[in-house]
Each structure stands twice: as structure tokens, then as C-alpha cells.
């Protein structure tokens, strides 16, 4: 049995497909981001936001084999490699609401150098392409955002410990530990929702 395909939000950095032509024009990847990390981000937003539409065939097949070690590396720090991706994205795609929110959700990524991003802005505005709020509100709603929150950030006790998932996943009902605040955001940043 065909399923229809439906709606995607993003996708993975290396496995989709897309029109050759399309991808030029779109500004292929980021040539600022760093090695991976991120880039599936950047681009699931350009193709929303500057023009068109992202699907995902359900019955599709696609394999993804890792290598025993990567050929290259990434310096001295991983991390900051993949901040400094995330960081891009948000300096390129954010309003300075949205820039704030991320800078609370990822503290560890305000002294991250990101590099020059003014190649990639010049893009969004030489193709009109559509602001962030867009995509919050017409593709993908149902992501949880800070306009949606009546408060956001630690859930610290008086004694430094702060509420954690323990890099649980995001279902409901899942167990939360007590750990020392780091300020780092991740599974220690918590959104009350206006609707709960």
C-alpha cells in the first residue's frame, strides 16, 4: 500500500533530494557553517520561508552508514562547532525576540564567534524571502514558542539545583531528576505553556 506523502518541517542534512537547480538557487548550504551540524536546519528553513515546500515519502527507503572515524576533524571542540552553526541559523532566521529566546535556550552560544553572516541576510532580502514568524505560525504551529509561554527558563532551588530531564526525550510523564544548575539551557530550560 502507497502512502500519500506529508508535510515535512525539516529534515536531515544529507538525506533528501531536491531539484539540482533549485538547490542553487536556494544558496545551496551555508559555506560559513562548519563541517555538519545545523545545516539541515538552515536549509529546511530556506526552502520554507524563501519559496517552497518541504515533503516526506513515509515508505521511502534511504540508508545512512557512518564511518568508524570522521575524515576530518573538528579542532579541539565539537561543541563549539555545532554552536557556532546554531548560532548562524539564528543570526540569519530570527527576529531579535526569537535571537533573545534562542540566547536563553542556549546561553553557552553568546560567545561563540559565528562568523560574518551578512552574505546570507543579503540573500533572504534579495529573495524575499518570508521572516521566521511565518514559519511559527503557517508550518509549523504546533512548535512550541515563547509567544505561547507565560515564563521560561531554570526551575532552580534555593540550594543551586535545578530541575532536569536527565536528556530524557520530550513525552509526557517522563522521569526528572534534581541536578546543579549548569545555565546552559538544554534539559535544564523549561517553557510553561499558557494552555497547561
Not at 545551496?28 to 515533503?55: A, H, K, P, T
Not at 505561547?148 to 535545578?162: F, S, V
Request: charge should be neutral.
Amino acid at each position: 500500500r502507497v502512502r500519500e506523502a506529508v508535510v515535512s518541517t525539516q529534515s536531515t542534512g544529507g538525506l533528501f533530494a531536491i531539484d539540482r537547480l533549485w538547490f542553487y538557487q536556494l544558496g545551496m548550504y551555508d559555506d560559513g557553517q562548519d563541517i555538519w551540524g545545523g545545516e539541515n536546519i538552515d536549509l529546511s528553513f530556506r526552502v520554507w520561508l524563501c519559496g517552497g515546500q518541504q515533503w516526506m515519502s513515509p515508505c521511502s527507503k534511504v540508508a545512512h552508514v557512518f564511518r568508524p572515524k570522521h575524515p576530518y576533524t573538528f579542532g579541539n571542540d565539537n561543541f563549539n562547532v555545532v554552536m557556532k552553526n546554531y548560532k548562524r541559523n539564528a543570526l540569519v532566521w530570527f527576529d531579535k525576540e526569537q535571537l533573545d529566546f534562542f540566547y536563553r535556550w542556549k546561553p553557552q552560544a553568546i560567545p561563540v564567534d559565528a562568523g560574518d553572516v551578512s552574505e546570507r541576510l543579503a540573500f533572504n532580502k534579495k529573495n524575499n524571502c518570508r521572516n521566521f514568524n511565518y514559519f511559527l505560525t503557517d508550518v509549523w504551529p504546533e512548535l512550541p514558542s515563547e509567544r505561547d509561554c507565560l515564563a521560561t527558563g531554570e526551575i532552580k532551588g534555593t540550594d543551586n539545583i535545578c530541575l532536569d530531564n536527565a536528556a530524557s526525550s520530550d513525552k509526557h510523564g517522563q522521569q526528572l531528576g534534581c541536578y546543579g544548575c549548569d545555565s546552559m539551557g538544554n534539559n535544564q530550560f523549561w517553557m510553561y505553556k499558557k494552555d497547561r
